[in-house]
């Protein structure tokens, strides 16, 4: 079995910063890529960030310069810092990764996160 864990959603207001973190747990051998996507009341899933197990990043383009994926190999931990958050930020927040366990390499997804950008 493995786990997904998100924290660090919240209320900021326009301008404001928010950390979130996920954590997986479980029987991991290892873990590719790690990304993080969200969903904004009746909108479809969309992807945010991604970083590979190599360090490299990717982002959509209205978060460049705004928000910044990490990942701490060690702890099975990878993050998400946004800055300069706007309303539009709003949204459901879910990280995903590719996970190896001893029965194979399968896609796994947290439960999400809210982050909220109003004044």
């Known amino acids: 079995q493995v786990q997904l864990v998100e924290s660090g959603g919240g209320l900021v207001q326009p301008g404001g910063s928010l950390r979130l973190s996920c954590a997986a747990s479980?029987?991991?051998?290892?873990?590719?890529?790690m990304g993080w996507y969200r969903q904004a009341a009746g909108k479809q899933r969309e992807l945010v960030a991604a970083?590979?197990?190599?360090?490299?990043?990717n982002y959509r383009d209205s978060v460049k310069g705004r928000f910044t994926i990490s990942r701490d190999n060690a702890k099975n931990t990878w993050y998400l810092q946004m800055d300069s958050l706007k309303p539009e930020d709003t949204a459901l927040y879910y990280c995903?990764?590719?996970?190896?366990?001893?029965?194979?390499?399968?896609?796994?997804w947290g439960q999400g996160t809210q982050v909220t950008v109003s004044p």
């Open positions: 970083i590979t197990s190599g360090g490299n990043t």
């Open positions: 479980g029987s991991i051998v290892s873990i590719n890529a």
């Open positions: 995903n990764a590719n996970i190896a366990t001893i029965r194979g390499r399968s896609l796994y």
